[in-house]
Nanobody, 125 residues
Framework: QVQLVESGGGLVQAGDSLRLSCAGSGRTFSASAMAWFRQAPGKEREFVAISGWTGNDVTHYADSVKGRFTISRDVAKNTVYLEMNSLKPEDTAVYYC?????????????????WGQGTQVTVSA
């Protein structure tokens, strides 16, 4: 059974940092693009960051997090991370990890085959 399990969320103040982790099991994701999405209360889920398959080292970020968030992967641990710095109240959301079959990168939720359960990030002003 393929699983993605996120961790690392919490309640922080504006300007603080958090690191989210997403551990995969049941298969290796080295040949898959992996991404982070988030969903704020009353809003649709949106793309945050993507890490292309380990053969191309491509990363891409939503404009709203560019320069503040960094996505990275540990292939040996089958884990993807999201380092979040200079957090703002508008970053408050449930953050989801996702992985897709195939090496093509995509920012579209519909292209992802596996999803984690989500981890809550709350940033107070």
């Amino acid at each position: 059974q393929v699983q993605l399990v996120e961790s690392g969320g919490g309640l922080v103040q504006a300007g603080d940092s958090l690191r989210l982790s997403c551990a995969g099991s049941g298969r290796t994701f080295s040949a898959s693009a992996m991404a982070w999405f988030r969903q704020a209360p009353g809003k649709e889920r949106e793309f945050v960051a993507i890490s292309g398959w380990t053969g191309n080292d491509v990363t891409h970020y939503a404009d709203s997090v560019k320069g503040r968030f960094t996505i990275s992967r540990d292939v040996a641990k089958n884990t993807v991370y999201l380092e979040m710095n200079s957090l703002k109240p508008e970053d408050t959301a449930v953050y989801y990890c996702a992985a897709k079959n195939g090496i093509d990168s995509s920012t579209a939720m519909s292209d992802y085959d596996y999803w984690g359960q989500g981890t809550q990030v709350t940033v107070s002003a």
